[in-house]
């Protein structure tokens, strides 16, 4: 394939995946339209990489999801994925969802306790590990002895308090980190 169809094939790609990203936006920005109510939610790795994307329909008010499907992604970012897009919107359509609700950002890890793990952190996913998984912000500070139970698989019965090391005068980590050090 020359050079002029591999760039062609290329943008046309990305314009699939903008136009079936703006036609999922654009249904989120709408607001509330009533019941059937579609959720969109983003998984991954880390914050940079969605390797999955969970699509629930609530069917109405104090509902739970009656239908939920998940797309994956082997390492590729699943939201460069244009034929993924298109089943998302045709999945939402099939299921007559008035209203969309979507995350903009990844919001953990694609691993799901109880199925794929068990305990309250995912041993492969260490970036999600002490994470608030709306703001990506720290909310533990791990001790190395903690991290490298944790690394190990060590903790997987463990609660994440058991993360935070027993404040004490030899530590110093807690002042530290009071004063922003």
């Given at each position: 394939?020359?050079?002029?169809?591999?760039?062609?094939?290329?943008?046309?790609?990305?314009?699939?995946?903008?136009?079936?990203?703006?036609?999922?936006?654009?249904?989120?920005?709408?607001?509330?339209?009533?019941?059937?109510?579609?959720?969109?939610?983003?998984?991954?790795?880390?914050?940079?990489?969605?390797?999955?994307?969970?699509?629930?329909?609530?069917?109405?008010e104090h509902?739970?999801?009656?239908?939920?499907?998940?797309?994956?992604?082997?390492?590729?970012?699943?939201?460069?994925?244009?034929?993924?897009?298109?089943?998302?919107?045709?999945?939402?359509?099939?299921?007559?969802?008035?209203?969309?609700?979507?995350?903009?950002?990844?919001?953990?890890?694609?691993?799901?306790?109880?199925?794929?793990?068990?305990?309250p952190t995912?041993?492969?996913?260490?970036?999600?590990?002490?994470?608030?998984?709306?703001?990506?912000?720290?909310?533990?500070?791990?001790?190395?002895?903690?991290?490298?139970q944790f690394?190990?698989?060590?903790?997987?019965?463990?609660?994440?308090?058991?993360?935070?090391?027993?404040?004490?005068?030899?530590?110093?980590?807690?002042?530290?980190?009071?004063?922003?050090?």
């Open positions: 394939m020359s050079q002029t169809l591999k760039a062609s094939s290329t943008r046309d790609n990305a314009q699939m995946i903008e136009r079936a990203r703006k036609r999922l936006s654009k249904r989120a920005k709408r607001g509330f339209r009533g019941y059937p109510l579609a959720t969109a939610a983003l998984y991954g790795p880390d914050d940079r990489t969605a390797t999955k994307l969970a699509v629930g329909i609530v069917p109405a509902a739970d999801a009656t239908e939920l499907r998940r797309w994956f992604s082997e390492g590729a970012d699943i939201r460069s994925d244009a034929d993924i897009a298109e089943e998302v919107l045709a999945f939402v359509a099939a299921a007559g969802a008035r209203s969309v609700v979507m995350t903009d950002t990844i919001i953990g890890c694609p691993h799901e306790e109880g199925i794929d793990y068990q305990g995912c041993p492969v996913c260490t970036f999600w590990a002490g994470r608030d998984r709306w703001t990506g912000e720290r909310t533990l500070v791990p001790s190395s002895k903690a991290l490298a690394r190990s698989g060590a903790l997987l019965a463990q609660p994440a308090l058991s993360l935070i090391p027993a404040p004490s005068a030899e530590s110093g980590w807690l002042p530290r980190l009071i004063a922003g050090d």
